[in-house]
């Protein structure tokens, strides 16, 4: 291949980039949920041609995620708001620098801390000024959220068309997008081995991380509606997504909660909520994981989940849920791929 042929070949392929970079989230996550459905869509299309297979798939997507997410955003977005308004209301009944020094002197520290604290005296003036000062910001940062969400309910209308369609063609015509990739790129890049990797990756990445995180924010979330606490929808949801995180996980939520009703007094409930925050939501992620990870038919390292999708989510936004993981995943297949040739060359040299 001439110059020209190759500076003709590197044009079409930044240009056609260009066009499709738009497109790239929904078109991963299309990607990804037909993986997913793939055994449901080939056990139907054995009663129905491809074409009304992929319109079932999509049917079944969009009753079964799309819809309900959209449900539990916006259940999501009124909890936090009332959940917001019903705080501000109990500082402002409640909360006085009287009630702090209460509280503090019923914690049980030592005297020395006691009387340490005892000695500074606070204008509570200046509190209330100060808390007012912090509740305007507070209310100013929600107000902006809540008009970028409205803002971004046209970008996530057109996410959501893009992924349909986008998803209906990759189950309609994945098989033969793979087979011209394939034979447009030379065997000893070993794209076969990648694409089996990523695709098991996928799969894992969903049913075992998704559902385990799922799991646990179902399980939070009755957990405080049944000790009566407020906003078990607005803590489930919390929980399902910290739980992305290792060690810590759910217990960025539940435990500030406990350690609030140990404050206020409510010893029972505060029990009650470290036991089965710490010996059931806490160890459901070493179960249902591997568990449900099978069901995908592979495993990703936590190490490999976890720092892919933190630095995931912070380059990508959300899509970066399933980038970040896969990338990772990709790197290791990169070093396995890499390792395998320069054995395979030392052993034909000798």
Known sequence: MNLFAKAGTILIIVLAGWVFLPFIPPFIW?????RVVQPIYVKTLRHCSAPIASLLMVALVTLAVLIPLSLLATKLVYEAARSYHLF????????????VKSVVNRLPLPDTVHRLLSQYEFDEQSAVAYATEYGKMALDLLTTLARSAAMGAGGFLFAAVAFLVLFYF??????????????????RFGLESLFARMGTGASALFWGVAGTCLLQGITGGI??????????????????IC???????TSLVW????????????WGKSLVLIALGGGVIGIMDNITRPLLSKVGGGQMSVLTVTIGAIGGIAAYGLTGIIIGPLALEAFSWLLDYLGQTQAAEECNDK
């Not at 501000?88 to 009630?99: A, E, I, R």
């Not at 957990?223 to 399902?240: C, D, E, K, R």
């Open 30 to 34: 299309a990607l990804v949920m037909a």
């Open 255 to 266: 435990l500030p909660v406990a350690v609030w009703l140990i404050i206020t007094g409510a």
């Open 243 to 249: 739980a992305l995180l290792p060690v810590v996980g």
């Open 88 to 99: 501000g209301q109990w500082v402002t009944m409640n909360m006085s620098l009287q009630w």
């Open 223 to 240: 957990v405080f509606l049944t000790l009566g606490l407020p906003s078990p929808f607005l803590a489930g949801s919390l929980m399902a």
């Open 170 to 187: 990759a189950c309609k015509d994945g098989d033969n997008w793979y087979n011209r990739i394939i034979r447009a790129v030379p065997p």
